[in-house]
């Protein structure tokens, strides 16, 4: 083997002596064929300087090798997983193609080949691992739960390889990467042994004088720590004999990594934790008898130590929310140590030790998301133990975030965004201003437009402009119900400072005449122009699509139509009365009095002050020959008596009360939790008092409200209104013609 003169010495016999244990444990899912392309298709790579070692001086090939070996020894013997571990990386560098990997291998090897490279790019973008959108990104990256299972095997055989290694930052890296990321992969896949020693190697490379003082204390230790659990077992054993329960029993001490998160929690010395070690009785019992059994050798322990009842934890009656299935409890044994006792079955111990477990995930403890309920499923099926179980689960697909996709900030962020997410979308997470003045984006390094959709693994770099503006289309594309809201928000804003600045010119423009405006008349003006809002209208002549110099002309000539005195009379006592209108359109008999004494004529309470029984009123008497009463404070009275004066007649109120008259109540106050409440409550149990409309505005701690009331007459309101001014949190209110 030429070939070999690529290896260091050592590297040399470790080479062989994985092509020689691979070979043994493949030889029944393995060809002679495919060994033989396996050899070539790898000696020709070497050969060629294409399976070069990485820039931290690591040998591609024996660890490969080192992670085939471990899926034998923590998965399965698999022909398709071992192959794709073996010649990725030849792959990826461009020695042989995914088509030649299909020809030669099947299809299954090159969707598992093409995982493990979109993963491999995946790492080029720098993201932060210990982001929870990362583990979700590499999981809808590897599609195949055997790329994940690979990647995280990978990482065990290269974290074991680079204790003394010479780049500490390189080391530690890879150490955060394997405490954030990897390890708890493994754990949710139930590679309990696996998960254990990623962690202790993590801590040892990431804190080593921990580490070693932690391991250096337990090796101390041993021998006394063994001595204490054979005396502190030897009754147990004894007494589980005699009530014939099938069990075994063994003591084992905590990991380090663990020994060192209860030093951390606990705030104590490592001598001061006193469940250090564990006695774990396993039992071995048919399912159905579980619970029973370990209850009985519980109460069997207690009959001998002394037990801690407030350190019981039953994890039987309702396992953790990993599955994990136990019955802890803690007795003082010699020299008043408190030991934990551990009773479990053998089903349990195996679920605890290797995640291999029929039920792992209680009935009724809900599921972390999406990927957690997957997970278990390829659990379930390496439970099974069968010799298909790897075609369960290579069938199984990883279909967990398809209405999601995780894009990259350039700083290696990682944000999730619905499917169909756009760059403004990635904007406006940002921020709400780098959203209103995006004009685009960088993603993967090409200039895409503000509607591009993002993909998983895109990296987003926002593009902005100091004159962009968020315009309504934009509402046609972002998905973002964040995005969405500041557009709209952004909009209204504009729109709103449009407004004020077309409504101080028109003011200005009618001081400079000296017209006083008739708000009343300008609303109508502006409906009559097509505009649906003041706002519209202002914005518009903001915008110079009204020609304010003839705006003033046109104001004036719709008013002199609308005063139009031909059809009226030139003085009130010329008046003649309309017909009597029917009792259904006027209201009650006998409730207003115009001049003398007269009843019964047609007349209408004007909307723009809303006038009640007991307002002080006077008429108008309109072009079409009814008469509008308003109250004597209203605002247009004043511009009508000046000039119109022939046309006002004195009007009074006489009759009954019953009828009910529609009133405004502006109301302020603290925007406190059940304040608006009160008030409405207040108001529904006056009698003969109707709340017909509530609107209500918040903002800086305060809101203002606007209350629709149907009421009898003036005394009933001004009563009603002091009772709502009693009320706690009311600052005022006050009747008002909105």
């Known amino acids: ?117 979109k993963i491999s790019q995946l790492y080029q973008k720098q993201a932060a691992v210990e982001d929870e959108n990362f583990r979700k990104l590499l999981v809808t990256f590897a599609e195949d739960i055997r790329v994940v299972i690979i990647m995280i095997l990978d990482r065990l055989g290269l974290m074991r390889v680079i204790n003394h290694h010479g780049d500490d930052k390189f080391v530690r890296d890879i150490s955060l990467e394997s405490r954030y990321l990897y390890a708890p992969l493994a754990h949710k896949l139930g590679l309990y042994q696996v998960k254990t020693e990623l962690e202790d190697l993590s801590l040892k490379y990431l804190q080593r004088d921990v580490y070693n003082k932690i391991a250096a204390h337990l090796n101390e230790t041993k021998q006394m720590r063994d001595k204490y659990i054979d005396v502190f077992t030897a009754p147990i054993k004894k007494v589980l004999e005699r009530e014939h329960i099938k069990c075994h029993v063994k003591g084992r001490t905590k990991s380090i990594n663990s020994i060192w998160n209860k030093m951390k929690t606990k705030k104590v010395d490592m001598n001061d934790i006193y469940d250090l070690f564990a006695i774990r009785i396993i039992i071995d019992t048919p399912p159905e008898y579980e619970k029973r059994d370990c209850w009985y050798a519980y109460s069997l322990v207690g009959d001998i130590y002394q037990a801690n009842p407030t350190r019981l934890r039953d994890w039987i009656t309702m396992p953790k929310s990993n599955g994990y299935e136990s019955l802890h409890g803690t007795f003082k044994g010699a020299d008043d140590k408190w030991v934990e006792v551990q009773i479990r079955t053998e089903r349990m111990d195996e679920v605890a030790e290797m995640g291999l477990a029929a039920h792992w995930r209680y009935k009724g403890v809900k599921a972390d998301g999406g990927i957690d309920r997957w997970m278990n499923n390829v659990r379930e099926v390496l439970e099974e133990g069968s010799k298909d179980r790897m075609d369960l689960i290579r069938n199984m697909h990883m279909n967990l975030y398809d209405e999601e996709v995780f894009v990259f900030t350039p700083r290696g962020d990682v944000f999730q965004f619905p499917k169909g997410a756009t760059v403004l979308d990635f904007a406006f997470r940002i921020h709400s201003r780098v959203g209103c003045s995006c004009t685009g984006a960088k993603v993967d390094g090409k200039n895409q437009k503000i509607n591009y959709k993002l993909h998983s693994g895109d990296t987003v770099e926002i593009l902005t402009s100091s004159t962009q503006v968020p315009r309504i289309d934009w509402l046609n594309f972002v998905v973002t119900s964040k995005a969405r809201n500041k557009i709209r928000q952004a909009i209204n804003e504009a729109q709103s400072k449009r407004a004020d600045m077309g409504r101080e010119l028109v003011q200005r423009r009618f001081k400079n005449r000296k017209i006083e405006i008739d708000e009343a008349a300008m609303s109508r003006f502006v409906s009559k122009k097509g505009y649906k809002t003041m706002t519209d209208f202002y914005v518009a002549i903001d915008e110079e699509k009204i020609d304010i110099a003839t705006l003033v002309e046109d104001y004036l000539e719709f008013l002199a139509k609308q005063q139009d005195t031909a059809k009226t009379h030139e003085t009130a006592e010329n ?89 405004t109540l502006k109301v302020v106050g603290n925007d406190d939790i059940g304040i608006v409440s009160n008030i409405t409550s207040l108001i529904n149990k006056e009698g003969d008092t109707m709340l017909r409309n509530v609107s209500i505005n918040s903002t800086g701690g305060l809101f203002e409200g606007h209350l629709v009331i149907g009421i ?27």
């Open 575 to 663: 008046f003649v009365l309309q017909k009597k209108v029917d009792d259904d359109d006027r209201g009650n008999d006998d409730i207003l009095v115009i001049g003398n004494n007269v009843k019964g004529i047609n007349y209408k309470l004007s909307r723009c002050c809303n006038p009640i029984y007991g307002d002080a009123i006077v008429g108008f008497i309109a072009s079409d020959g009814a008469i509008k009463v308003h109250r004597r404070d209203c605002g247009n009275v004043r511009h009508l008596i000046t000039k119109y004066p022939y046309r006002i007649i004195k009007s009074q109120w006489s009759g009954k009360m019953g009828k009910q008259f529609a009133a």
């Open 712 to 738: 009898n007459s003036l005394d009933n309101l001004d009563a009603l209104i002091k009772k709502i001014k009693n009320l706690k949190g009311v600052k005022d209110v006050q009747r008002t013609t909105r």
């Open 1 to 117: 083997m030429t070939e070999l003169r690529y290896f260091r010495d050592n590297e040399r016999e470790l080479l062989l002596c994985s092509v020689s244990k691979l070979w043994n444990n493949l030889r029944h899912e393995i060809t002679v064929a495919d060994v033989r392309r396996l050899h070539s298709i790898i000696a020709g790579g070497v050969a060629q300087g294409v399976y070069k070692r990485d820039k931290y001086g690591i040998n591609p090939v024996i660890r490969t090798m080192y992670t085939a070996e471990l899926i034998h020894d923590y998965i399965s013997p698999d022909r398709n997983m071992t192959i794709a571990v073996l010649i990725y990386n030849l792959c990826r560098n461009g020695h042989i193609t995914e088509k030649q990997i299909g020809e030669w291998f099947g299809s299954d090897v090159t969707k598992l080949v093409h995982g493990l490279i």
